[in-house]
């Protein structure tokens, strides 16, 4: 099973809708979550943390269900910026040093104006 | 201010032939990570420094590839007898510190490689 898993869409969603995707972790150990950005050949970047009690930055709202072992990210009223890859970043602590953390393989997100 | 570098940005070699590439975060962090992004994949661990040293070396694919840095600042990831699944793009990462809870690491804009 991988560590990290996503629906690798693409999602092709028109300007101005409401998309989530989620992210399923395997390590139940895990202690931090991130929601990372790609664009097209360039680097990430991060979006935002996932906390446990969910968390909000304008229209991006994060969340973690640590039960069932998924975070989601939903994006509401879309821009056609927003498109896309958003990837799932879960760190699993091991020996006390954050031995890298694990990144899913991301979810191609399409605004289509 | 700047951000993480990482040099060359595209480097074409032939199969079997040594390659170096460097990273410099930002000034002042003292973790930095190597990771490898293949066509389509998501990003592989390789390696993470805190100072200079490398409390786990067991992301690195094969023992052709080795990391270093030196004075907590610059590092360069070493790949010998390129091979052509050696072929990626390898994003090196900086944050201020390795913490238990995790921390913001910050891209440089990679390094793509390609192994004729």
């Known amino acids: 099973r991988k560590e990290v898993e996503q629906d690798p869409g693409p999602f092709n969603v028109p300007e101005g809708a409401t998309v989530a995707f989620n992210c399923t972790y395997s390590n139940s150990a895990s202690q931090s979550f991130f929601w990372y950005r790609q664009d097209c050949r360039k680097e990430p970047k991060l979006l935002m943390s996932?906390?446990?009690s969910g968390n909000e930055d304008g229209r991006f709202t994060a969340q973690l269900n640590r039960a069932s072992q998924y975070i989601s990210l939903l994006i509401r009223d879309s821009k056609l910026s927003d498109s896309a890859t958003y990837l799932c970043v879960v760190n699993a602590i091991s020996g006390g040093g954050a031995d890298g953390l694990t990144f899913g393989k991301g979810t191609h997100l399409i605004i289509q104006p | 201010g700047a951000g993480v570098s990482q040099s060359p940005s595209n480097k074409v070699t032939e199969k079997g032939k040594d390659v170096e590439l460097r990273c410099d975060p930002i000034?002042?962090?003292?973790?930095l990570y190597w990771y490898r992004q293949s066509l389509g994949q998501g990003l592989e661990f390789l390696i993470y420094?805190?100072?200079?040293?490398?409390?786990?070396k067991s992301g690195l694919p094969s023992d052709r590839f080795s990391a270093e840095r030196t004075g907590g600042s610059v590092s360069t990831l070493t790949i010998q007898r390129t091979q052509q699944e050696d072929s990626a793009v390898y994003l090196c990462?900086?944050?201020?510190?390795?913490?238990?809870?995790?921390?913001?690491?910050?891209f440089g804009p990679g390094t793509r490689l390609l192994v004729l």
């Open positions: 996932v906390y446990s």
């Open positions: 420094f805190q100072g200079n040293s490398a409390p786990d």
């Open positions: 000034s002042g962090h003292t973790a």
């Open positions: 990462a900086s944050s201020p510190q390795v913490v238990a809870g995790g921390e913001t690491q910050y």
